[in-house]
């Protein structure tokens, strides 16, 4: 597979340039039955639709979404469906310039390495725009885990140096603050920070953090395909991440075995564990609590201050990047982090439908 | 794929449990023509053989590798490659009371929800011996790498609150040091910080670092095999890992662009970068200067203390687990993280054989 | 993956049913620097256009695709290639009548069984509008092959009890006649043949041959992906085909091994093979000499007598299909068994760059 | 994957050469809870052990199956089935010569093509010892398709030109007769026309056939991975097939419409058709009838006439060659065509277990 696809049995395949026609996304293996529509994808378009606060670019796209198969009659029919977004800011010219000149912190020099030129048109197959594939199909695989009791919940859980403070978690506030954090004194501060920065013709990055809730036991693939694994891969391929933490994550490199292990108990409802530092999984496989995982934001590449970088020609050279760029890409990734570790989780769903005999048995005798 | 199997080209298939018969792997895809033998790849699973020193668990085996197929005269055929390690310390009776309760922090609970029961003996299959496969396939991607040029070098960068000084990085020490950590100072004080948990039953995570130098820009595919996404699946596979950062990782959340932006500049001998936060990946392809990743393992879970859990009855109970365990799986974990970057690294490099038309048409045409 | 994509490095997937908005596919793998227009798609997708003759659908689409991504500046870019064609012609009343009932020969009934239920308009996913999306793709990789020096020839070699002459061999009959046979007798004769059968309101099969000529030895992976299964799952995988056969065929099983083997023999130009009952193909590899393969495809399944068969609601029943319908399928298909051996190939010409160490060794030393 | 992995989430990955230590296969992806010991397996193995009759080579391998993991307590886990079959009759003398030389109909030439050089001992990899591990793992396939109340049934239907009558079919005769005929009178013929050819040092090929009852509907994803494409590739793949049928296979490219469609009716066992022409596969699904494929064999290439051939000095030559051969390998290849059917068979229905929403919901929700 030439990196386009993800997935094994709920696989996704995206398409598309920041500046070229349409940006899109083509899932299989999506179960038939599932009602679908338009809107049921486009909720989840908007959260990372630009233009929504002064902290994200102000280059302005409608993102309608539109179905081109795979859907009959309100229904998925099991054959592949094809989501497409048409690209109608196309203001090229902001980006001629850059054609010439190879951006820091961006992937236009290893693009031209890789292939010998680029799509330099907004960064092209680079651009954060490539997300709108994963954000539709993962909208779709939202619906599916709903169905199955699950819920995804991502949010921003620091922006800079301004954390959330868990005392004060409100859900309502993801969706209603422009820093998509469940908290909004903690908001207010970093909404501060960003003006500070963008003052300064700078950018910053942050924490997002996602738990799951409702996921059966078992669910994951020894030893390679660990749920903790493919939610890694998940979450590391999306742009600007550059760590992933699962549970307590880094924390626990410094932590004792006695402090780190989560005792088991059993009660009327249940097995459970007294405590979550596992994140929800143990051995690569769910346990059946919350699974936790953090993303590690990078800022935001494109400054409005001068650089240091070198041309196409090979020559060193000063840059001032123009065009319209996020102070911060933290609040618009959120939803695709939320997306990419559902489409990991609903993968692996239907990976262990095959894990025992009796439940084939099951399947095709009853 | 049902998670046995890594890779989409040079592709390695582990098997086997702790108590089993042996542990083992297939490689498929490895190119014809590399001189390989036995020692080559024992000197991989020596360093991570059991017994090494006083930190490490007890259990005496001789972890003795041999090659069944794919090696023909000195020089392997380009058909799979089966390593195996015969499982020669099976003290099972160390473990049969295992059977009866779920330990915390392991799969036990996990691995009898998703199959309905488990091979308990000594972990089974989530056993760390798991790792053997994976080292011994290492081995010969590592070997593939060297003759491309690429060294790949992992280490302890700390145990517990025990932190290396780069400006005391001696290399030799990572292969003397039973923390494998490249500093002595800090590996005496990391070897008292061991002893003091020892005494206390109780055990240590810590954090393994992974250079990689003389990658040729361009590998990575994007947009989902990044090569920092293929990174991180391979890392968080491993059965301890609980994050896994790329360059500054987690610290990028709090910088600002103008802090994290890395300058390209160009002088005689080619192109680099002024700084390498991005740990020479930009937009999941290389960019020539060095890899940079770490992972977070926590603390064994095989604790001498009494702890809380369930049988598999269901009912709570206390437990002191028996048998041979780490204090600290760190040092042995050093050579597993760096053969599981040589994996996904060496992949990449296969897959971006097909990247451009002109190395295609050279290929077939001289 | 759920079955839509085709290939390991040059991945395609298709989308798109028969009277849903579009049909297309989504290409990725295909090299950077290949030089791509919708000119070079349409000439293959005019091919298997509908109406181009009274033996094919009276069905009229212009069949007219669009490139939407991965082509940047005339050029391929490394990034995934979606092609999409709209479907123009959808008289879906024509069809509203078969969502009540299961015609015989076709999808109806097992798709049902499969999803619950289907896009039964035209067929939906199982018509044969489906290939659309395959030729798009299969003309982009005959593109690549052609820069390789590898030619990519399908023809008509039978329709119904009539057969080509190899000694009245017309290559230009091929695009000419409207059987796409290479021989102008054999061909009046089949049509004769078919309007017979259209008066009967009945439909004829046939066989299509492909010839593939400038192969370069040592292509093929064994032991599953030999070259020779490779091209049966892809040209199996075309609706009507009913058999496949490599080089001699069937007619191997009646041969003794003085009869079949192939003599190989040197002379100044090299190594080449007296006969070539092989078809190219010796041990899943290509060995030099022309490729050959033969598919068998049914008469088309919707015809105008009364047939027998059973409505969604169980009952048994009498109908008469209405409609567009070919009388043969096998013209139409020509391209489409061309198409999917160049993908078959080029796949495995990709996967070929990592056989050996020293193709490896040069692609990144040089 | 490099080509020794068959299957998507029942996979099996097999390696060893002729004249290695071993040959084997690891299984990855088969369900916990299945009963499973050596003898299940070794039944099969002895279907295709050498030495049964004076048809089959001489040479004498016990051919004895180990399983070395994956197995708990008679019972499989859920992890890889690791199965090895040691090569016991290594008399490598005979086949020296053959290092210096590419036999004609053999893969000697297109091995040392493709890797530079190859293990000529006995054929190395592409000797047709290879198929034990097929057959091991098809073996294990094989029990859980009966659990599902699958079975699959092939035999010889032809050697060179003797076929067997249907109406004298005996299914005893299968695993009675030396030719594996389920017709003792054709078996007897078959005897007399090897004898003659033996006398003659020339070989016979043949046609397998394979029966498949008990399937449900519903087995197959379209569009590349129908059930008809995957079987046909599983077939193919096996060495000496030159051609794959499925139901009426080459004979349907002469029926018409009218002959070929299969009625459906409903009678109170439920919905069946009057003919199965289409060998129980439409659309590339399973309708719910009994599948039939055939394959095509060649006769063996090695025999003990002289041949003209070159030497690896690029020399043409005149050679006689020695060893141990089969006079028709047919025999011996049924259980190898069988159990490459189960396996594709069993690997689509894992694949259709997440078909529909409703069958996701209930193994869940239940």
Same mark, same amino acid.
């Given at each position: 597979m030439a990196g386009s696809t993800f997935g094994r049995q709920f696989t996704i395949t995206t398409f598309g340039e920041s500046h070229g026609k349409t940006i899109g996304v083509v899932i299989d %293996?999506?179960?038939? !039955?599932l009602s679908l529509c338009e809107t049921d994808i486009q909720a989840y378009l908007d959260r990372r639709?630009?233009?929504?606060?002064?902290?994200?670019?102000?280059?302005?796209?409608?993102?309608e979404v539109e179905i081109?198969?795979?859907?009959f009659e309100g229904r998925t029919t099991g054959t592949p469906i094809c989501l497409m977004v048409p690209n109608t800011s196309q203001r090229s010219a902001d980006y001629d310039e850059i054609a010439s000149y190879y951006r820091p912190g961006h992937a236009d020099y290893t693009y031209d390495q890789k292939y010998?030129?680029?799509?330099y048109r907004g960064g %092209?197959?680079?651009? !954060?725009?490539?997300?709108i594939g994963r954000v539709a199909a993962g909208a779709v695989a939202a619906r599916i885990l709903k169905e199955l009791g699950i819920e995804v919940c991502a949010f921003t859980r620091s922006i800079g140096p301004v954390s959330i403070d868990d005392s004060r978690f409100?859900?309502?506030?993801i969706l209603q603050t422009p820093t998509c954090m469940p908290d909004w004194e903690a908001s207010r501060k970093a909404e501060e920070y960003l003006s500070d920065l963008m003052a300064q013709k700078d950018s910053a990055g942050g924490v997002i953090e996602c738990q799951i809730t409702g996921v059966p036991t078992g669910i994951g693939e020894p030893v390679f395909d660990k749920l903790d694994a493919r939610l890694a891969a998940a979450v590391m391929s999306?742009?600007?991440?550059k760590a992933v933490e699962i549970g307590d994550g880094t924390a626990v490199s410094k932590l004792t075995g006695s402090q780190n292990n989560d005792a088991f108990y059993a009660d009327e409802s249940g097995i459970h564990k007294k405590t979550n530092h596992a994140g929800g999984i143990l051995g690569g496989i769910s346990d059946g609590e919350p699974i936790v995982l953090r993303a590690h934001i990078k800022p935001t590449?494109?400054?409005f201050q001068k650089q240091e970088t070198i041309g196409r020609d090979g020559q060193n050279r000063v840059v001032t990047i123009k065009g319209r760029h996020d102070p911060v890409i933290v609040p618009r990734a959120v939803v695709v982090v939320e997306c990419m570790a559902s489409l990991a989780l609903l993968d692996l769903l239907m990976a262990n439908l095959s894990a025992r005999m009796d439940g084939i048995l099951k399947f095709y005798r009853d």
């Open positions: %293996g999506c179960p038939a !039955g639709k630009p233009g929504a606060s002064r902290f994200s670019t102000q280059r302005r796209e409608p993102d081109l198969s795979g859907v010998g030129f680029r799509d %092209g197959r680079s651009s !954060g725009r490539e997300t409100d859900r309502q506030a999306i742009g600007a991440v590449p494109s400054i």
